[in-house]
């Protein structure tokens, strides 16, 4: 297959999915469920982050502005941001069911919401642009003024009484001055600040600014010297963060003295991590510290593997190694074939088929290192053949 039958083969299916994910609200606002045949009843704020960001052209405008105030008219009193949003807009902040959370709510609940109103500002026309960021200006500062951080500037969660962190760890007890969580809060410091001196009156943008340095500082806390690889968090489960350390460079964070030691770091454990170009949160055989419920081994966050983070590990293996990050996006697709789209699987297990966000985060990926990037060594690697 060429890179093109490769790129039209996820796009074809991350259309697919958001179409089947499609379900009304009570008022008539489209909600892009987790899975693409509409079993859920909620918008989830981090997942429909990941289709606005990775698959944007799937969605119509309308139906992305709609969804902003869907999830911003539902926030908390105090401003704190939903973790979704049921079809009748009854909001949920925490992770687990509704009236059972699984601890404090969401640390990534506002970052998300954001990384949507920031894709979308960028697309719409200027003037339209200017009256809507006025608008949600207030509201998304103020979810972030909430979100605790320690004196060094990280993201901070309180061992003795934490927050679900980021969703995809959702159940996990990561506790004290977390990695995965304080990238997202100084990349949605980036987008407000680049928002407000595009469309505001850059009253916001030098403190955002300050924000994000202190963080691009303070990260290095969490470094292990030994691996060439980032912790998850300070205290509890203070372990190597495959997807947090991928992202980290996927989204272009300043971290140049650790850049070639994270991207050797993922290539030299690849088999310590990768399944069917699927994604552990751990390196093989380890498991989470401490867990805000009951998570078996080897299952769901604890040891699956999940095509959630496929895309940055690909784009970090097409840095140094166009042949492995090619083979990793064919043995992705291979298993979307033949296994089927699930939120994440392993040997004899699988959880949720027709996810969403496995395939738009593959194709999103995908698509930035042949059309943005122009990767040549990573699309070499495909052909006819």
């Not at 039958?5 to 991350?14: A, P, R, T, V, Y």
């Not at 892009?32 to 990775?54: C, H, K, Q």
């Not at 908390?76 to 925490?94: I, L």
């Not at 205290?235 to 850049?259: E, H, S, T």
Request: charged residues 25%.
């Amino acid at each position: 297959m060429t890179i093109n039958d490769i790129l039209n083969e996820l796009g074809q299916k991350s259309r697919q999915l958001i179409k089947g994910c499609a379900t009304p609200a009570h008022d008539g606002t489209v909600l892009f469920t987790p899975d693409g045949i509409a079993s859920y009843n909620a918008l989830w704020v981090r997942d429909f982050g990941y289709m606005v960001e990775y698959a944007g052209a799937y969605l119509e405008e309308d139906s992305i502005e709609k969804g902003i105030r869907f999830i911003m008219n539902a926030r908390r009193e105090d401003g704190w941001m939903p973790d979704r949003v049921y079809s009748d807009g009854t909001p949920v902040f925490a992770a687990g069911e509704a009236g059972s959370p699984v601890g404090e709510a969401n640390l990534d609940n506002t970052p998300f919401l954001l990384f949507v109103v920031h894709s979308y500002l960028n697309r719409i026309e200027k003037e339209k642009a200017i009256e809507l960021y006025r608008e949600w200006k207030q509201p998304l500062i103020r979810g972030l003024d909430l979100i605790a951080l320690s004196e060094s500037g990280l993201v901070y969660n309180d061992p003795s009484a934490p927050h679900s962190p980021y969703g995809f760890t959702d159940t996990i007890g990561k506790t004290g001055e977390l990695f995965k969580e304080s990238l997202l809060y100084w990349r949605s410091c980036i987008f407000l600040a680049e928002l407000d001196v595009r469309f505001g009156d850059r009253s916001l943008a030098g403190s955002l600014e300050r924000r994000a340095a202190i963080i691009e500082s303070a990260i290095y806390r969490l470094y292990d010297e030994s691996s060439g690889a980032f912790f998850a968090a300070s205290q509890d489960c203070r372990q190597l963060d495959i997807w947090g350390n991928a992202y980290m460079l996927y989204i272009g964070f300043p971290a140049a003295k650790v850049k070639d030691s994270i991207l050797a770091f993922l290539k030299d454990q690849y088999d310590n991590y990768v399944y069917k170009g699927q994604i552990r949160h751990l390196l093989k055989g380890q498991h989470w510290e401490r867990l805000l419920i009951d998570v078996p081994h080897e299952e769901y966050q604890n040891g699956a593997y999940w095509a959630t983070a496929t895309g940055w590990v690909v784009w970090c293996l097409a840095q140094t190694d166009s042949a492995l990050a090619a083979q990793t996006v064919k043995d992705v697709l291979d298993s979307f074939k033949n296994d089927g789209v699930f939120e994440c699987l392993n040997e004899g297990y699988s959880k949720l088929d027709s996810f969403v966000v496995s395939a738009v985060n593959v194709y999103g990926a995908v698509d930035r290192l042949v059309n943005t990037e122009k990767n040549v060594g990573f699309i070499e690697q495909f052909s006819r053949a």
